[in-house]
């Protein structure tokens, strides 16, 4: 779908250096023994419902996501010195465990294929393995996103899978991973360089608009039918990665808090300093209400299904953190708060509104 990828984002020194999946998966043993048993238990329900070839499969992910899980955790998380508050191992797990897992207990195991489970389960530990990217892809898909899928790609070549064989996995993980791409900016984005005829995204999800995308670079995508699947299972990819809108308030709040404090550290504002302050006292109030309630849209069926009834439910809870926290620190000068003080106020206010 996207030329040239492994050519732009060759391998980076933590790739490199952590090339051997047998090897990740003896440090998550050591330092997550819960990891190895999720992975045991996602074998043992794919296996139950869709036998011995899924579960081979899965052997050779298992083996994929052991090694994407440990770059991340050494670029971003818990095992590394660059630490992203939010874009770490530990938001690709809660993709990987609570949120697929919701999905598969709510809707059932055969909701979906097979490796359809498996996909979506590489997606969560792959699609936000670069985080620090800036080449322009020419594309309307994000240089982070770019990055990932060609490092996704060399992953699976490394684990086991075939570029051959396994097309539709490849195709599947590169077109999810591409719908990932999320656009936050304050402004609709003009993509008249790849589509003249009309601006057609005004920020949120690139997942539904990935089907217009094809028609201009692969006119004939709907002869394919792997395609015709990898778009489908995208739609669903983009709802479980934004799925905190539909779960609890406090987890909500949790990876929005999460979200702020990753933004201030890009930005080089740290949170216990008055910098931080009226930024992050924007982002928890008037950003997370544009995002809730603007930028984010289901995209699928099926996490719509899932998920609709907690974001309805978390709806007014969203006002009424922003209308609190606005009450307390709006009239204060802004120099006698800092950001550590609004997610404190912001977390006694979310258990609060629980």
């Known amino acids: 779908m996207i030329e040239g990828l492994q050519d732009r984002f060759p391998a980076d020194a933590i790739e490199i250096r952590l090339q051997d999946p047998d090897e990740a998966l003896r ?31 899965w052997d050779r992910a298992e083996r994929a996501l052991a090694l994407s899980l440990v770059r991340f955790a050494v670029r971003h998380g818990r095992f590394g010195s660059d630490y992203h508050d939010y874009h770490n191992e530990m938001h690709a797990l809660e993709i990987l465990d609570r949120r697929i897992g919701r999905v598969m207990r709510e809707a059932g195991p055969h909701t979906l294929a097979g490796m359809d489970w498996i996909a979506l389960s590489l997606f969560a530990s792959c699609h936000d393995l670069r985080q620090r990217e800036v080449i322009d892809t020419g594309h309307p898909i994000g240089s982070n996103e ?16 075939d570029r051959s064989h396994d097309r539709a996995l490849y195709l599947t993980l590169e077109v999810m991973i591409a719908g990932s791409t999320f656009d ?61 809108v539909g779960e609890s308030f406090v987890e909500l709040c949790d990876s929005s808090a999460r979200l702020a404090g990753e933004r201030e550290m890009r930005a080089g504002r740290p949170l216990d ?22 930028l984010h849209r289901f995209c699928s069926p099926l996490g719509e299904r899932v998920y609709a009834a907690g974001k309805a439910a978390n709806a007014d809870k969203v006002r009424e953190m922003s209308l609190r926290l606005r009450a307390e620190f709006g009239n204060r000068a802004p120099g006698s708060f800092s950001g550590a003080d609004v997610l404190r106020a912001q977390q006694r206010v979310a258990w609060d509104l629980q």
Not at 28 to 56: K, M, T
Not at 150 to 156: D, F, G, K, S, V
Not at 191 to 202: P, S
Request: hydrophobic content about 45%; aromatic content about 6%.
């Open 273 to 294: 300093s008055v910098a931080s302050g009226v930024p992050m006292l924007g982002f928890v109030t008037g950003g997370q209400e544009r995002y809730f309630f603007e």
């Open 27 to 57: 440090l998550i043993g050591e330092r997550r023994p819960d990891v190895i048993a999720l992975f045991a238990q996602r074998r043992a329900v794919l296996a139950e419902n869709f036998g011995a070839a899924i579960a081979q499969a």
């Open 146 to 161: 770019a990055a990932s899928i060609a490092e996704t790609q060399r992953i699976l070549d490394r684990c086991g899978f």
């Open 184 to 244: 936050a900016r304050p402004q609709p984005i003009d993509r008249r360089a790849y589509n003249t005829a009309e601006v057609i995204h005004a920020g949120g999800p690139l997942a539904p608009l990935l089907a217009r995308e094809m028609e201009r670079s692969h006119p004939g995508w709907r002869d394919d039918p792997e395609v015709e699947r990898a778009l489908e299972l995208a739609l669903l990819a983009s709802d479980l990665d934004t799925a905190n």
